[in-house]
């Protein structure tokens, strides 16, 4: 660890924003870049799913827990990865209170490039304003204190929306050209919400895109995504959050090449092994494991992944992706409990700090 | 004991070596290619490429000149499908690759499964696959079926978000000897011990062997809900599936 003078209390938002940047930080910021809504929460604010997904004042509530509740440095509005698909068009099954929503991907709305339409009125579909609207509403409550995430999914996530996940797949194989014109067209959806959102006031964005390694290679992200995910990085100018579950290692060069400002990783990947391919170019969020630990285990367990992941120097602490809707708030009241005690017994760490 | 020379497809001989690594799997194969004969190693080599149009071609070659159908889903096309699932467990090929190799292999099962069901061939064992209720993820569960499949198993496929009674009813049509249920979301997971007791409930438990899998799924979950068999991954399912049905790999 690069050892440094104290850095003065920083808020919430200060810290999140300044470890996005790779800048020195009072301590590791815990961010929640996926979704941390649980049952428990939703009971507690009366923001039960479906509706929370739907209507903008209880979106902002159910958020607002992550801060105010769990004490996360950031809030994210957006449960799910289901927003833009609906506002396209795509089939949905909203589920109840204890699932997510999601699209029907076994009944695809686009086959060829052609058929992709981003709407003229996409940006006012009632679940992209929705999201627009709990923006500006956590906003109005935290004021400068805590980081507002928005996500606008990207254009391979998108496409397995909107072709079905096989189809797409068997299409990049078949004519990777015709995949290429199809994330140019769907990267205009991305674009669009991510911007939407920063008019709305979010401080960072989370852009899912899952190339994954439990679907494709990591050739697969540098051909398709690495130049896009660039792009990105300059037509949407706040920092962007790269989010890909699964195995990703093989690509995390890649990755660090973008110019995204941090990658979401899972637990699949190591830490320390994630921290020494991205060597600093990029900051990592991540990566306490949510169905084994978070969810089945104990504060204590938590406490040993937290651990883990601040000693290999990962930039901002939080759980891999999305939690089970069922976790226990006192395994995740853990996390920025474990952070802050780390702390107390560690000097203040000056970013990038694992190459030291 | 077979040497690597005595494969005769050349495509076949550099796929064992480069691709394979577990010593009993490289035996396995040069023993099983070593005795195949070389229409359909070609046949195995097309499918192993993702070459469905070759795969086509070659099987209405096959049965033209004679060859029994059984030999050509046996030494063709589930060999070849044997290499595809190795290298995709070993993360040598990813989804694209695999979905071209079944894709293939069913451009040949066109034309074998007719011919088979006429003579009463009997499959390794009939499977019911489903995704649990709430859950509309299916590439895994495709996965696995594609590779059952291709590994000689009969697959009822029940599709996605399926419910206790779709599953029950299922078991009473179609009399399978296992019955496998995926799950992608942490939220539906637990959707496969709500099911399994519904079958305990609806007393079918004990008429089926149970599998279970999924991104979020592990041994230690499957035995807490008391499921027979967990696989990690596509070729797990079908090393599962034929542990379940009794036989010897």
């Known amino acids: ?356 | 004991m077979a040497e690597l020379s005595d494969i005769a497809n050349e495509f076949i001989r550099e796929e064992i070596e480069e691709y394979l690594e577990r010593p009993e799997e490289i035996e396995r194969n040069i023993e099983l290619f070593a005795r195949i004969r070389p229409a359909m190693q070609e046949i195995a080599a097309a499918l192993i490429e993702g070459e469905n149009d070759v795969v086509d071609r070659l099987t209405q070659q096959a049965l033209a000149d004679g060859t029994e159908a059984l030999e050509i889903m046996d030494d063709g096309l589930i060999a070849g499908m044997g290499i595809v699932g190795i290298k995709f467990r070993e993360a040598m090929i990813f989804v694209p690759e695999v979905l071209a190799c079944a894709r293939a292999m069913k451009a040949g099962m066109h034309y074998i499964e007719p011919i088979l069901s006429d003579a009463g061939v009997e499959p390794i064992a009939k499977v019911l696959m489903g995704t649990v209720k709430g859950d509309l993820h299916d590439i895994g569960k495709n996965l696995c079926i594609m590779m059952l499949r291709g590994s000689g198993f009969e697959v009822v496929d029940l599709g996605v978000d399926t419910s206790d009674d779709d599953f029950i009813d299922a078991i009473e049509e179609h009399q399978p000897s296992i019955l496998g249920m995926s799950a992608l979301l942490t939220t539906t997971m637990p959707n496969m011990g709500k099911a399994i007791e519904a079958f305990i409930d609806a007393d079918v438990r004990d008429d089926v062997m149970v599998m279970v899998g999924g991104a979020p799924v592990t041994q230690e979950f499957a035995d807490d809900m008391g499921a027979d068999g967990y696989g990690k991954d596509a070729l797990a399912c079908v090393e599962l599936a034929k542990r379940l049905a009794g036989v010897q790999n």
């Open chain 1, 1 to 356: 660890m690069k050892q440094t003078s104290p850095v003065k209390a920083m808020t919430s938002r200060q810290r999140v924003m300044a470890a996005l940047k790779r800048e020195p930080v009072d301590r590791t910021p815990v961010i929640n870049p996926t979704s941390v809504a649980t049952v428990e929460l939703m009971d507690m604010v009366d923001a039960p799913f479906p509706h929370a997904n739907r209507d903008a004042p209880a979106m902002a509530r159910l958020a607002a827990t992550g801060h105010t509740v769990l004490g996360f440095d950031s809030v994210m509005p957006v449960f799910s990865i289901i927003q833009e698909s609906s506002a396209l068009g795509c089939k949905m099954q909203w589920e109840q209170k204890d699932n997510w929503p999601t699209v029907r991907m076994n009944e695809p709305i686009w086959k060829v490039p052609d058929d992709i339409h981003v709407p003229s009125d996409y940006l006012s579909h009632p679940d992209i304003v929705c999201v627009l609207d709990a923006i500006r509403l956590l906003r109005k409550e935290f004021g400068d204190d805590v980081a507002i995430i928005g996500k606008t999914m990207g254009p391979w996530s998108l496409g397995y929306h909107c072709f079905g996940v096989e189809p797409f797949l068997l299409m990049s194989l078949d004519n990777p050209g015709k995949t290429m014109q199809c994330l140019e067209r769907m990267k205009e959806a991305t674009i669009q919400f991510g911007l939407a959102q920063i008019d709305a006031g979010v401080d960072a964005l989370t852009l899912p895109d899952h190339a994954t390694g439990d679907l494709v290679s990591g050739e697969y992200y540098k051909r398709f995504l690495m130049d896009m995910h660039s792009e990105f990085v300059s037509d949407i100018p706040v920092p962007l959050i790269l989010h890909i579950c699964g195995r990703t290692v093989d690509r995390m060069d890649y990755i660090a090449q973008t110019g995204m400002a941090a990658f979401h990783f899972d637990s699949k990947n190591s830490p320390s092994e994630s921290a020494k391919i991205v060597a600093d170019r990029i900051s990592l969020v991540g990566n306490i494991n949510n169905p084994e630990t978070l969810f089945a285990k104990n504060p204590e367990d938590v406490r040993a992944e937290v651990i883990k992941n601040l000693e290999s120097g990962i930039q901002l602490v939080g759980p891999e992706c999305a939690i089970p809707l069922q976790t226990r708030i006192e395994n995740l009241v853990e996390i920025p409990k474990a952070v802050r005690e780390w702390h107390s017994t560690h000097a203040h760490v000056h970013p990038p700090s694992h190459t030291h």
